[in-house]
Nanobody, 130 residues
């Protein structure tokens, strides 16, 4: 069974930084593109960032460009989301996700769509105070 788990979320003041991590039990993250989504209270889940299996292709939501950086350490079987200059609007539960049927594949049309991913972590809460 493939299980994803996020960690690193906490409360931080506006302008601060956090680094979220994603780990997989039962899979090799180096085989998969990894995406980050977030869900704010009362809002739909939205795309944040994604990185290809090899770590050389990236995509970001316009709202986080220049502030967030997605990365992978395939040797450690982890993916990370570095979040800088956090804003209150970044408050949300953050999820990492993969499509376990799509190894070594990055879909340029669909990678921003939540329904393309079939495996999700439980989420980690990020709260940014003003």
């Amino acid at each position: 069974q493939v299980l994803l788990a996020e960690s690193g979320g906490e409360m931080v003041q506006a302008g601060g930084s956090l680094r979220l991590s994603c780990e997989c039990s039962g899979c090799i993250l180096g085989d998969y593109a990894v995406a980050w989504f977030r869900r704010a209270p009362g809002k739909e889940r939205e795309f944040v960032a994604a990185i290809s299996s090899s770590g050389v292709q990236y995509g970001y939501a316009d709202s986080v460009k220049g502030r967030f950086t997605v990365s992978k350490d395939n040797d450690k079987n982890t993916a990370s989301l570095q979040m800088n200059n956090l804003e209150p609007g970044d408050t949300a539960v953050y999820f990492c996700a993969i499509n376990k049927a799509m190894t070594f594949y990055f879909d340029g049309r669909r990678y921003r769509q939540a329904d393309w991913y079939d495996t999700w972590g439980q989420g980690t809460q990020v709260t940014v105070s003003s």
